[in-house]
Nanobody, 129 residues
Framework: EVQLVESGGGLVQPGGSLRLSCAVSGATYSSSCMAWVRQGPGKEREGVASIYTTGNRIYYDNYADSGKGRFTISYDKSKRTLLLEMNSLKPEDTAMYYC???????????????????WGQGTQVTVSS
């Protein structure tokens, strides 16, 4: 069982930056696939970025087109915290952002999709002037 708690959302102006955090607790695994998924108003859930972590701290990240070049996903193993750095934010980035995890997903299948067994409660990001 894995528990996920997001934080860091808020109101930011277009062009601004924001960093989301997701505290991971519960069972530990030698490797794991984690991701950020968002759902904007009136939209379907959309995977933003994923990361595959290994025991020797080699991480493989993967991004949806919506986040490439602007978002960076990372994992602080010592703090068991998943991060999402978001830059050059646009109004269309407004959404509830969720942290998700699948400890059994293998590296080749670790992609920013929307099918995950573990989810956080979400943190709201609003991009508006």
């Amino acid at each position: 069982e894995v528990q996920l708690v997001e934080s860091g959302g808020g109101l930011v102006q277009p062009g601004g930056s924001l960093r989301l955090s997701c505290a991971v607790s519960g069972a530990t695994y030698s490797s794991s696939c984690m991701a950020w998924v968002r759902q904007g108003p009136g939209k379907e859930r959309e995977g933003v970025a994923s990361i595959y972590t290994t025991g020797n701290r080699i991480y493989y990240d993967n991004y949806a087109d919506s986040g490439k070049g602007r978002f960076t996903i990372s994992y602080d193993k010592s703090k068991r915290t998943l991060l999402l750095e978001m830059n050059s934010l646009k109004p269309e980035d407004t959404a509830m952002y969720y942290c998700a995890a699948d400890p059994r997903r293998l590296r080749d299948a670790c992609r920013p999709d929307t099918t995950w067994p573990y989810w956080g409660q979400g943190t709201q990001v609003t991009v508006s002037s």
